[in-house]
RNA sequence: GUCCCGUUCGUCUAGCCCGGCCUAGGACACCAGGUUUUCAUCCUGGUAACAGGGGUUCGAAUCCCCUACGGGAUACCA
């Protein structure tokens, strides 16, 4: 048992990734990267009737935007392929003929009608209701008839009768039950398509899968699979069954409390380490008071025996909390680069190439503003454009002093005669490198400004009011509607500084 | 119905395996203050939980049993 760990995740392509799915993924990449195995992707493709391309590239699409990196799969190769169930038929028969071969195996040729009738029987009787075992004990003649008559049928796996098994679960501990709860499975359909828990066993061994990280409505497969294993003389891996994700009624998430998939969290504005992280703490925790971490902090400490066993209701709430966290830690380049794809029409692609300063400042002043990158588009509107519609409470906030119109024009005559920058998009290069938004009191400006910054301004707004006799408490509200249209934002002389010259004034006497 | 798993603040959880350190800790949310020119950030404080019942024990959130409730499985789907 001194085998390299390894892990798989074995997605069927019959949807999107979603968010259970996800964090099997997760769990089990991180897993295998604790350990210092291999993590790899297997495609479970078997359902002809469901799975799709499309599933397929969204699946591997997700996993990538999560950052969950693979060291073999479909796409990348490795020694144990090929990774998709389709291509690897001829291996299923191989099995299939050895375990038919060594009497781990029937063919049965009962019609689906036949299977349903012998449930109900079952049933009837107060019993589980499964297959009757019917053509379990058949002769080699009664074999050859039924075969004759009717064409191939499935094979099943020949369960042993009233044993006790025990599975050790890594997740919750040593699960008994006896097989005779258990259906003699089909392996393999009619058509010769393998179904999931033979191939599943067959391409775990192959692979040499050692853990296997699941949801726990794969339990009782958990038996089906260490019960093949055993037959075929091997050593099944160690599972791990982990509770499901559930909604917040404790049912299982429905399409409103949740994205069906993972990257529509992207599309709203998601970070991918935040949800790595989020998604990480549905069923695990990294310390009793500590719930935001790195990966490399997570790898550090990840062992599957601590996944919880009991079901995690997602709350959506606490992930955006959690963005914002990670959306306020990032530098200042990297938010640049995570919203930029957000900020729609609000900022002209132009000014991200040439004048990054000016969006740097702009972004900057946002950055703890936001919980969601997509909250940037309408945000940042009012930076540019010719002029800015007020909403209520700005309105309210002009309305509040008579002379409030009369200040503004006023202010518009201090900010036309000040060294306030120009309006982008002229050239504000040396005026964005020189001052760094968002200001801060205990920040010192530069040396030699080439222009005025926030703490000019700011103080030649509060010279304008103790000249006129203004409350500077005052003339900051109404001065805030004229200029950017709402009552909240950042510190408005970052504000006027960001507008430049022309478009401040420009506001101040629309409004006066 | 039958089999299996689970149950700590509204939510995610720490503690449980190895009983006493638990007057049960942290985080989200919520409430109240503070900082601030607004909003946000940030800081301080607060509300709030061991499903119920029996044992075992000097002592139980921690061990055992029962009940209730929740979830999963019961497919030629994975």
């Given at each position: 048992m001194t085998s390299r760990p390894r892990l798989r995740f074995a997605p069927s392509p019959t949807g999107p990734l979603h968010l259970g799915g996800a964090r099997t993924a997760l769990y089990n990449w991180a897993a295998a990267r604790a350990l210092g195995g291999d993590f790899l992707l297997r495609i479970e493709d078997t359902d002809r009737a469901r799975s799709t391309d499309e599933s397929l590239r969204i699946i591997l699409e997700g996993l990538r935007w999560l950052g969950?990196?693979?060291?073999?799969?479909?796409?990348?190769?490795?020694?144990?392929?090929?990774?998709l169930q389709t291509e690897r038929l001829d291996i299923y028969a191989r099995y299939a003929e050895r375990l038919i071969a060594e009497g781990f195996a029937y063919e049965c040729f009962a019609t689906p009608e036949e299977v349903d009738e012998g449930r109900q029987r079952l049933q009837a009787e107060g019993k589980r209701p499964m297959y009757d075992r019917r053509h379990r004990d058949l002769s080699d003649d009664e074999r050859a008839a039924l075969r004759a008559e009717r064409g191939p049928g499935s094979l099943r796996f020949r369960m042993p009768l009233d044993q006790e098994w025990t599975l050790p679960d890594l997740c919750k501990g040593d699960v008994r039950v006896n097989l005779a709860e258990l259906d003699d499975w089909v392996m393999v359909r009619p058509d010769g398509m393998p179904t999931y828990n033979f191939a599943c066993v067959v391409d775990d061994l192959e692979m040499g899968i050692t853990h296997v990280v699941r949801g726990e409505e794969h339990l009782m497969n958990g038996f089906k699979q260490a019960v093949m294993f055993d037959a075929l003389g091997a050593t099944a891996p160690l599972y791990a069954h982990i509770p499901l994700i559930l909604g917040k009624g404790g049912k299982k998430l429905s399409k409103r409390e949740a994205d069906?998939?993972?990257?529509d969290y992207r599309a709203k504005g998601y970070l991918p380490d935040a949800v790595f992280n989020y998604i990480t703490l549905l069923g695990w925790s990294y310390s009793g008071d500590q719930d935001v971490f790195t990966r490399d902090e997570m790898l550090a400490k990840f062992r599957i025996d601590d996944i919880g066993k009991s079901g995690s209701k997602f709350d959506e709430e606490k992930l955006r909390w959690m963005n914002g966290d990670y959306v306020r830690r990032l530098d200042r380049a990297a938010f640049v680069d995570a919203g930029r794809p957000y900020v729609g029409d609000a900022l002209p692609a132009a000014a991200f190439d040439e004048q990054p300063g000016f969006v740097a400042n702009v972004f900057a002043c946002y950055q703890e503003r936001v919980e969601l990158l997509s909250e940037l588009a309408e945000r940042v509107g009012w930076v540019l454009g010719e002029g800015v519609e007020l909403d209520e409470a700005a309105q309210k906030n002009l309305a509040k002093h008579e002379d409030a119109k009369a200040w503004l024009a006023g202010y518009a005559d201090v900010l036309e005669a000040s060294g306030l920058p120009a309006s982008?998009?002229?050239?504000r290069a040396a005026a964005d490198a020189a001052f760094a938004l968002p200001s801060a009191a205990d920040r010192p400006g530069p040396d030699a400004p080439p222009c005025d910054g926030p703490a000019q301004l700011e103080a030649s707004a509060r010279a304008f009011c103790d000249e006129r006799g203004i409350k500077f408490g005052h003339f900051v509200h109404p001065v805030r509607a004229a200029l950017?249209?709402?009552?909240?934002?950042?510190g408005l002389f970052d504000c006027v500084f960001l507008l430049g010259k022309e478009r401040a004034v420009a506001r101040l006497r629309a409004q006066a």
């Open positions: 969950i990196h693979w060291d073999e799969g479909p796409d990348v190769g490795g020694d144990r392929g090929p990774y069906v998939n993972i990257l982008y998009p002229a050239d950017t249209g709402t009552n909240k934002g950042p």
